[in-house]
């Protein structure tokens, strides 16, 4: 997806990556690209059992892959802690595979993480969050390090913007899309 030029610019720029998993990966997708910091965001598949899994096959449930974002992005404009906020406020963190219509394994809500620090963020996140109460049921995010992440196909990359008229994207990630710009207005690019 990036080129060599991109990826040296990258480097110097010193970012750091993060892999989320919160349902569909055209929701994910649509929230971080909105972020200031948030330089690049590639939906995918990751946590599974094959080998370059294709989304006809990531859908049956049975590779055992969940529909993620890999993000690149800036730690000196936003903080991991800060990716993990808006992840945790933008989708249900307390159903079980499953974020609204959306069911099977490959829905599931998860932080993979590529370093200790950023397990440990993860973990005390979510046990601030269950301390607050901020929802009312307990969160079943999964938290595991972060294995071979699968780009997944040309379509499915940028879906939100180049199809905002689909029906899909007007009931659930529009939402998502206001949420987002009414909590974390000030993180927006």
């Known amino acids: 997806m990036l080129n060599k030029k991109e990826i040296s610019f990258m480097k110097e720029l010193k970012l750091k990556k993060a892999t989320l998993a919160g349902g569909c990966f055209w929701c994910t997708e649509a929230v971080f690209q909105r972020l200031e910091g948030v330089e690049e965001v590639s939906s995918g598949f990751t946590g599974g059992e094959i080998k370059n899994p294709a989304y006809r096959e990531i859908i049956t449930g049975r590779t055992g892959h969940a529909e993620a974002i890999e993000i690149q992005f800036n730690p000196e404009k936003i903080s991991f802690e800060e990716l ?106």
């Open 84 to 189: 993990l906020l808006v992840f945790f406020a933008t989708h249900d963190p307390t159903t079980l595979n499953k974020q609204q219509n959306d069911v099977g394994t490959q829905y599931r809500s998860a932080v993979f993480y590529h370093d200790e620090d950023q397990k440990i963020k993860a973990e005390e996140v979510i046990a601030l969050l269950e301390k607050e109460g901020m929802f009312e049921n307990p969160i079943v995010t999964e938290v595991s390090e972060a294995s071979e992440f699968y780009v997944a196909e040309a379509e499915h990359q940028d879906f939100y913007n180049q199809h905002r008229q689909q029906p899909y994207c007007q009931f659930i990630i529009d939402p998502k899309i206001k949420k987002l710009n009414k909590l974390f207005s000030d993180k927006l690019k």
